[in-house]
């Protein structure tokens, strides 16, 4: 959303004969309704929807820790997050979305074997597989409103199926490759289904975290039913985040909120804002949750700079006069 706001910023200080006067007035007075929309939420719960896109942004990275534990891979919690947070910075403040890739390079360096990047790719893809599975029953229940079509939904888990059956069809051809470390997850999870079950459950997590976070800022606007407004806005942000209409998808979770938002019976004015609202929310939280696992991968590193500096001279004297025995007064 950040870069949404800052292309009307940028519109609004060309020159009057770039643009006609009615498109940069209602794009001044649009982005000025908005933000003065955001400023009049409750703020409770505005802090309340940041708290609940960190939630989903753990249940995430919980879901890949579990499939690379699987593969006897080890890893913390608050290093899975943390890694996991720095792909969503990435996603937040870099105009494509590579945050993928990113947590996919993080993660690998915790898996100590050939085909480090393809077993992390693998896991991925398990959490993806069942990341898809989720959102096709959230869309199937979004649609009954009638705004969504239904067919997504029916697309997403076709995808997911197609996914686990093409995994199940490769663990049964042999071949030696480095790419064959993909299926290292696959095969797995297939030997431990409590451990499945673990990735679902922390992907399911992290969607209702999600819900629950679009229905909190429905609340900090006022929204009525702000649980069939949530679960609405999310079916709509999942299915925008899809679709490719954008550079790196900006604007795109803002914009579907709002739709979704309108469609629901709120004022045009207030979708905006609210959109408005969760963009930035959004964006203010990767960074921040990005942000402290950045800090939290470099104090190890850090620690081991800090202890192969030399000592300068004159603490080496000092230590050692102290240790030196005291010579009796006469």
Do not use: K
Not at 261 to 270: I, N, R
């Amino acid at each position: 959303m950040l870069p949404v706001v800052g292309l009307f910023a940028l519109l609004l200080l060309l020159p009057q004969e770039a643009f006609a006067a009615e498109l940069r007035d209602g794009l001044r007075d649009g982005l000025r309704d908005g933000l003065n929309g955001v400023a009049a939420a409750e703020p409770g719960w505005l802090a309340m929807t940041g708290l609940l896109l960190a939630a989903s942004i753990a249940g995430s990275a919980l879901a890949w820790r579990a499939a690379l534990r699987a593969c006897g891979v080890a890893c913390g919690p608050v290093d899975a997050v943390a890694r996991y947070g720095i792909g969503s910075l990435a996603n937040a403040v870099l105009p494509t979305r590579i945050g993928g890739v990113i947590r996919i390079a993080l993660f690998s360096r915790l898996v100590h074997r050939e085909g480090a990047v393809w077993t992390t790719g693998g896991a991925a893809a398990v959490a993806g597989i069942a990341r898809s599975l989720w959102l096709g029953g959230l869309v199937a229940l979004a649609s009954t409103t009638g705004v969504l079509p239904a067919w997504p939904s029916l697309v997403l888990v076709g995808l997911a199926c197609v996914g686990v059956s093409v995994a199940l069809v490769a663990m049964r051809t042999r071949f030696r490759a480095r790419a064959a470390h993909v299926l290292d997850a696959f095969a797995a999870l297939r030997s431990r289904p409590r451990t499945a079950g673990a990735v679902m459950l922390c992907v399911g997590g992290a969607i209702v975290a999600r819900v629950a976070a679009a229905s909190a800022l429905a609340l900090a606007f006022g929204v009525e039913r702000p649980l069939a407004a949530g679960l609405l806005a999310v079916a709509a942000i999942e299915l925008a985040a899809i679709l490719p209409v954008s550079l790196g998808g900006a604007g795109m979770a803002g914009g579907a909120l709002a739709f979704a938002f309108s469609a629901h019976g709120v004022a045009t004015g207030v979708a905006v804002s609210a959109g408005i609202a969760f963009g930035a929310a959004e964006a203010a939280t990767a960074v921040a949750v990005g942000g402290l696992g950045a800090a939290v991968l470099a104090l190890p590193t850090l620690g081991r700079w800090v202890a192969r500096v030399p000592e300068p001279p004159v603490a080496v004297l000092t230590a050692e006069a102290r240790r030196a025995p005291r010579r009796p007064r006469p």
